[in-house]
């Protein structure tokens, strides 16, 4: 049996590679949410013994971490490490690389390329990277004014992150307050939540998401504030960048950082959506100037 397992996280028909999910000996493909959506991509899935499929719509992919830790990885004490990805991306192993500007955790391909590289994934190549590491992570993303803060701030709900704040940090002051705030105002973050892990780090890493997502999810009853979709999800994607940082600041995991691969052809439908945004903002700018002229 592998040391090794990398789940590939899906969501739908349209996530499969020619209407297959990428499977190998340590990649193993998931689908989360299936409770709440009622597809069946014919692959694993997040619905089975202890879930929370159905709360896909607010915990996103947590729902496939969720169902791993408690229900797969009790059955296979052999594995050593675990990792998570999505479809359309899959950490570069090997050989590291500076970043040529800043942002650029990403290397586009072609899904043909993709493919390939998902193929190339041994649990030996892993083995003798985890060997000195304990975590290995994507890059920080350069996000621009999309810090945390202002996304909490602006775009979500200022009160979730003082919420999340106290939750973390309690009422502290000071030194250990300025630090947090500073870790969560800066624009570049990691904001991809794909990574390998030692089996330790990861139980330690769920018992700290979903502690989380307990307290927030009480508070937040308590101050009847509405949850909106994926708010779990956001919440640890964006505060993940604080368990790193204080991680890496007392020593306690040796972490790796590294480029995330992402198949072209998903990239282009991002753009593509963008695209069509833009030219129907325009549009729409066009027609309310032509109705104030009028």
Same mark, same amino acid.
């Given at each position: 049996m592998s040391k090794v397992k990398i789940f590939s996280i899906y969501y739908s028909k349209q996530n499969l590679f020619h209407g297959k999910a990428i499977k190998t000996d340590i990649i193993e493909p998931i689908q989360t949410g299936k409770a709440a959506t009622g597809w069946d991509l014919g692959i694993l899935s997040d619905d089975t013994g202890d879930n929370i499929s159905s709360k896909n719509p607010y915990y996103g992919e947590l729902t496939c971490w969720y169902w791993v830790w408690k229900n797969w990885l009790?059955?296979?004490?052999?594995?050593?490490?675990i990792g998570f990805t999505q479809y359309r991306r899959m950490l570069q192993l090997g050989e590291d690389r500076k970043r040529s500007v800043a942002g650029g955790y990403l290397k586009s391909v072609y899904k043909h390329t993709f493919k390939k590289i998902c193929n190339s994934y041994t649990e030996d190549k892993v083995l003798q990277l985890m060997y000195k590491y304990d975590c290995i992570i994507p890059y920080q993303w350069?996000?621009?004014?999309a810090s945390p803060y202002k996304r909490f701030s602006i775009l979500e709900n200022r009160t979730i992150y003082?919420?999340?704040? =106290?939750?973390l940090i309690g009422d502290a002051t000071g030194e250990y307050g300025k630090n947090f705030d500073k870790c969560m105002k800066q624009n570049e973050g990691h904001y991809k939540p794909a990574f390998i892990m030692n089996i330790n780090v990861f139980n330690e890493f769920m018992e700290w998401v979903f502690n989380i997502c307990s307290k927030i999810t009480e508070e937040l009853?308590?101050?009847r504030i509405a949850m909106y979709p994926r708010i779990y999800a956001y919440c640890i994607e964006y505060f993940m960048n604080y368990w790193i940082y204080t991680k890496q600041y007392n020593s306690d995991?040796?972490?790796?950082?590294t480029f995330l691969y992402e198949?072209?052809?998903?990239?282009k439908m991002f753009k593509d959506h963008i695209n069509y945004k833009r =030219?129907?903002?325009?549009?729409e700018k066009n027609l309310l100037k032509e109705?104030?002229?009028v």
């Open positions: 009790p059955q296979h004490p052999e594995c050593e490490y350069h996000a621009f004014d003082n919420v999340i704040r =106290k939750i009853m308590n101050m995991v040796m972490i790796q950082k198949a072209r052809y998903y990239k =030219k129907t903002k325009k549009i109705l104030m002229d």
